[in-house]
């Protein structure tokens, strides 16, 4: 934080001040461009920001290769000179302290070390003055002007310091804020004096330096080595030092000038009480490259976390940054009922200069968003990989899921975009995406043969809320090796690009073993079994536990026993229960049994088995696919039938049989597939009529080898059947003769007249 360069420091050090300044400008005069077109992705912030209201404000919203509005530009480096540019958030986004927030951004602080300056601040502030706050300069106290230099636009301004208490001093900053500074110039100008001069050499030097106002403003940072990140409170007196230094000057008199008298001066300056410092020499800020900054707020504590440099700049992959922990007196802040506080971004140069830019991930308030990656064997019992060390054996059966979560916020997380690298030596065989919500979604352009770590861009079709508030994309495949017995699987990094809010999510290396001492495969057996031997197909008309016999072959080394044989099944996605083989059966031999139970009706149910030993080898896939009908049986009946209306005959006092009457008609329709079978009942109550009472007969059924039963002792059986095609229809009736079917037996004691029953119809499955 340099305002201008002092006589003193001219005179002392002009050659290599001038040499920096000169270097600076020579190399920072075309960086804005260079800048911006390395700028990482960001989100559009032109909604969300205001430009401060301060004069010749220097701050405005740029384009990058990403995309137009994505960067907030506060100095420019391109003219040097005295530059303040102040940007804050509109009254819609401001941030709200009762609850926690995250702020993702990247950082760009010039490209000069040794010429940069001043720097920028993170600021949240209730400054009564709103988007026109600033620090101000008060040389002219009737008309003070928005202040530069080292107070990055943002602390009080000791350009009178000489004739301020720290009060004063405070009153000159941002009032009622919070402030976040990354100094990229430490001003520690100050009278350089020898120690061997005398104490009345000393104050002369002191008293010139303090008499020339050109050398204010310029000793916030005395007790910091270099460029650094701190914070503190603006508009507070606690965050200034006005002890300045006690010079003692002696003098002589008295008898012949022996008498001494020793006499103390103070020369007053502000020293920045900073907090939280972060500092890394050189290479923490003006290293020409973009830095990254989160900013995690604990509503619960009042603390503000702040990381720096906690992501790579060219593939968002996360590292360990410097991290400080501050916390933070809502006191000093004057916050209303409400909690809220604006934010935004300050930023100054002085005679050293820089570019000073801003690119947003996430603004808090706005969105929180958040992305893991987890890749697993489910060969070894679903060990995570979590190190770079972690080894999996080639044919290993690999899951990986990116989980994307919606934690907040004013907005819904829009548009957004997975761009995934996924890792290489695996081939991925299908990639889906599943919602909070139950949603699902299928990834089109996986290629299910490529194991070289292929790139995938995927456009989530659902946008996160807090009524659907994950995705999960969900990976599925198999390891495979390099030409080398061990293959070392690089680190890899994804992005989640939403047009609202952006964040990664990174997956460690691990290693794949190539298991070439032997080559195992699986080949089925048994009913269905396809001409390659590892697949077969069989269809169900009902549920019922299918077995799926096979035989697991060593084609080079030495083969394990059952016992070391493992079973892995998958049905319908879902992994179950893994089982090992008997060494009781042939060696090699295995029966699984799919319980019927886990049949889903009306679909193809895919069984995929493959099998590893005690080594670690891994058998080829086989898979089993059963087909469980879902159709049905139906049973139509006649609402009303007779006998004796086609062609009547009378009672002639002895007994008589009856056939049915051509309007009787029982139909069962099944489509439950070839195969079903099924058995149709009949039961019948007594013939009665009202005038005349119970009828004195029985009605019979008769079957093709003549049996009879009587309907009205209970239910008898009519027919069982088993289809002969997918869509069986049997008509009952179309049976019936003169010999088989249903019969009316009248004894010779009834008496002529109207008679009605109800005949029950009953269609089941036939007993085993």
């Known amino acids: 934080m340099k305002l201008k360069a002092i006589a003193l420091g001219v005179l002392a050090f002009g050659t290599i001040l001038g040499a920096q300044t000169m270097t600076g400008l020579a190399s920072t005069k075309e960086n804005v461009t260079a800048a911006l077109n390395t700028a990482p992705q960001g989100i559009a912030i032109d909604s969300y920001f205001e430009k401060g209201s301060i004069a010749n404000n220097s701050a405005k919203i740029s384009d990058t290769d990403h995309g137009k509005n994505q960067a907030v530009q506060l100095t420019d480096a391109t003219n040097g000179g005295d530059e303040l540019g102040t940007i804050w958030t509109s009254d819609a986004a401001a941030m709200d302290l009762s609850e926690n927030q995250t702020a993702s951004m990247w950082l760009y602080t010039g490209n000069s070390f040794t010429s940069s300056g001043d720097g920028m601040a993170f600021v949240m502030q209730n400054d009564e003055r709103g988007i026109g706050a600033s620090a101000l300069n008060t040389s002219d106290e009737s008309n003070p002007t928005?202040?530069?230099?080292?107070?990055?636009?943002?602390?009080?301004?000791?350009?009178?310091?000489?004739?301020?208490?720290?009060?004063?001093?405070?009153?000159?900053g941002i009032q009622n804020s919070w402030a976040l500074e990354f100094d990229t110039y430490a001003n520690k100008s100050l009278p350089s004096t020898d120690s061997d001069d005398s104490a009345a050499d000393q104050k002369k030097t002191w008293d010139s330096?303090?008499?020339?106002?050109?050398?204010s403003a310029n000793q916030f940072d005395l007790n910091e080595n270099s460029m650094h990140i701190a914070s503190a409170y603006p508009g507070d007196k606690s965050s200034y030092d006005l002890s300045g230094k006690n010079i003692t000057v002696t003098t002589y008199g008295g008898f012949l000038n022996?008498?001494?008298?020793?006499?103390?001066?103070?020369?007053p300056y502000a020293v920045l009480n900073h907090l939280g410092v972060i500092t890394n020499g050189f290479n923490l800020l003006g290293t020409g490259t973009w830095k990254h900054l989160t900013l995690k707020w604990d509503a619960s504590s009042s603390q503000m976390t702040y990381t720096f440099d906690d992501k790579n700049p060219d593939t968002g992959a996360a590292k360990t940054g410097l991290s400080q922990t501050v916390t933070v007196d809502k006191n000093k802040l004057n916050l209303g009922s409400d909690n809220k506080i604006r934010w935004g971004f300050t930023g100054s140069t002085g005679s050293n200069f820089e570019n000073n830019l801003v690119v947003f991930e996430q603004v808090p308030g706005l969105v929180s968003a958040s992305a893991t990656?987890?890749?697993?064997?489910?060969?070894?019992?679903?060990?995570?990989?979590?190190s770079a060390s972690d080894t999996v054996n080639a044919g290993d059966r690999m899951n990986l899921k990116y989980n994307l979560n919606y934690n907040g916020g004013r907005d819904s997380w829009q548009d957004i975009q997975a761009k995934l690298k996924l890792p290489s030596n695996i081939v991925f065989n299908n990639a889906t995406i599943t919602y909070a919500n139950g949603d699902t979604q299928t990834v089109t352009d996986l290629d299910t043969q490529s194991s070289a770590g292929q790139a995938l861009s995927e456009t989530?079709?659902?946008?996160?809320?807090?009524?659907?508030?994950?995705?999960?994309?969900?990976?599925?495949?198999?390891a495979v090796a390099g030409n080398s017995s061990e293959t070392t699987v690089a680190a890899t990094n994804n992005n989640f690009n939403g047009s609202n809010a952006i964040t990664q999510a990174s997956l460690t290396g691990f290693k794949v073993e190539k298991n070439d001492d032997a080559t195992v495969s699986m080949t089925l057996t048994g009913d269905g079994v396809d001409s390659d031997n590892t697949t077969a197909s069989k269809r169900l008309t009902k549920?019922?536990?299918?077995?799926?016999?096979?035989?697991?072959?060593?084609?080079?080394?030495?083969?394990?026993p059952n016992s070391s044989l493992t079973l892995h099944p998958v049905l319908n996605g879902k992994e179950l229960q893994t089982q090992t083989l008997s060494n009781s059966d042939a060696a090699g031999t295995f029966t699984y049994t799919i319980p019927a139970s886990a049949l889903v009706a009306g679909q193809d149910n895919v069984l995929t088995l493959y099998a590893t030993d005690s080594k670690g080898h891994a058998t080829n896939d086989v898979s089993e696919t059963v087909n469980l009908s879902a159709g049905s049986r139906s049973l139509v009946a006649s609402p009303k039938s007779s006998f004796n209306s086609d062609d009547p005959q009378s009672m002639s006092g002895s007994e008589m049989t009856l056939t049915p009457d051509s309007n009787w008609d029982v139909t069962v329709d099944d489509t439950e597939g070839t195969g079903d079978q099924w058995t149709l009942t009949a039961s019948?109550?007594?013939f009665i009529s009202k005038l005349r009472g119970n009828l004195s007969a029985d009605m019979t059924y008769v079957t093709s080898d003549g049996t009879s039963s009587s309907l009205m002792s209970g239910a008898v059986d009519v027919l069982s059947h088993t289809t002969t095609s997918d869509d069986d229809v049997v008509n009952i009736t179309n049976e019936w003769n003169d010999s088989q079917g249903l019969f009316l037996n009248i004894h010779s004691d009834a008496l002529e007249g109207t008679y009605f029953s109800t005949i029950t119809w009953t269609l089941g499955d036939t007993p085993t």
């Open 146 to 172: 928005p202040a530069t230099g080292e107070t990055l636009g943002v602390w009080g301004d000791d350009v009178n310091e000489k004739y301020k208490s720290a009060e004063d001093l405070a009153a000159t």
């Open 258 to 267: 022996l008498t001494p008298t020793n006499t103390t001066y103070n020369y």
């Open 209 to 215: 330096y303090f008499t020339n106002s050109a050398n």
């Open 460 to 478: 989530l079709s659902k946008e996160l809320s807090s009524d659907n508030d994950g995705a999960t994309i969900s990976l599925s495949g198999k």
């Open 543 to 560: 549920a019922a536990d299918v077995a799926v016999t096979g035989k697991i072959s060593y084609v080079t080394g030495t083969a394990d």
């Open 373 to 386: 990656a987890k890749l697993t064997d489910s060969t070894q019992s679903d060990k995570e990989i979590t």
């Open 684 to 686: 019948a109550t007594p």
